[in-house]
């Protein structure tokens, strides 16, 4: 089992950036796939991002590509979001997510992980 917990987001200016963190418990962090999806008031959650274990494969929602890149530290079990060239309609609560099932390629939907994070907002004013 694995504990996130998500930090990083707060109010930011449309064209601003941001990094997210998700800080893992456990000394297994390197044995799960991870993804970062986002839910918008009204709006069901999204997949935003995905890593392979060791980092080496990544996978974007066609509607962050380009803008958005995810990592990895295995070593201080550690996932990332950077969030660049932010607007208005990335505002979002952003929830890391893992998964334990041994999954051949990256995974995009919610019920593909297995542990969440509580969430972190983020805000981007126009």
């Known amino acids: 089992q694995v504990q996130l917990v998500e930090s990083g987001g707060r109010l930011v200016q ?5 990094r997210l963190s998700c800080a893992a ?4 962090f390197s044995t799960y796939m991870m993804g970062w999806f986002r839910q918008a008031p009204g709006k ?3 997949f935003v991002a995905v890593i392979s274990r060791r980092g080496t494969n990544t996978h974007y929602a066609d509607s962050v590509k ?6 990895r530290d295995n070593a201080k079990n550690t996932l990332y979001l950077q969030l660049n060239t932010l607007s208005p309609e990335d505002t ?3 929830y890391c997510a893992a998964s334990a099932k041994p999954l051949l390629s990256l995974a ?3 019920a593909a992980y297995d542990y969440w994070g509580q969430g972190t907002q983020v805000t981007v004013a126009s």
């Open 14 to 18: 449309a064209g601003g950036s941001l």
């Open 25 to 28: 418990s456990g000394r297994t």
């Open 44 to 46: 069901e959650r999204e």
């Open 66 to 71: 380009g803008r958005i890149t995810i990592s």
């Open 92 to 94: 979002a609560v952003y």
């Open 108 to 110: 995009t939907t919610p």
